[in-house]
């Protein structure tokens, strides 16, 4: 399984990035994808999710409403558009990939990194104030 990241980059607050990132060797409809960041000196934290249905509707409180995530499952390749960016949107961002064991999943299992078996090697996002 290789997830490659793409499309980080430094911007201005008030900016938008938009992250792809392309998943082989894994199915798309057996595995959830998610995005994580990790700032320096801080932990890897959730930035949203989507389930092998589709359904992108999980987002760190932080980023709702700025952030969007989307999923083209054909393509095996989901998308992170990031508008309004803040200096504190700074960090790696990663996405990630789990598989599906269970036909339902709770909203907290569905963003714990732990779940996720399969890394993509990181973005960079700068945003200068």
């Known amino acids: 399984v290789q997830l490659q990241a793409y499309g980080g980059g430094l911007v201005q607050t008030g900016g938008a990035l938009m992250l792809s990132c392309a998943a082989s060797?894994?199915?798309?409809?057996?595995?959830?994808m998610a995005w994580f960041r990790q700032a320096p000196g801080k932990e890897r934290e959730i930035v949203g999710a989507c389930s092998v249905s589709g359904d992108c509707g999980y987002y760190a409180d932080s980023v709702g409403g700025r952030f969007t995530m989307s999923r083209d499952k054909p393509r095996n390749t989901v998308y992170l558009q990031m508008n309004s960016l803040k200096p504190e949107d700074t960090a790696v961002y990663y996405c990630a990939a789990a598989p599906r064991r269970t036909v339902y999943i709770t909203n907290t299992e569905m963003v714990r990194p732990s779940r996720y078996e399969y890394w993509g090697q990181g973005t960079q996002v700068t945003v200068s104030s």
């Open positions: 060797g894994l199915t798309a409809s057996s595995h959830d």
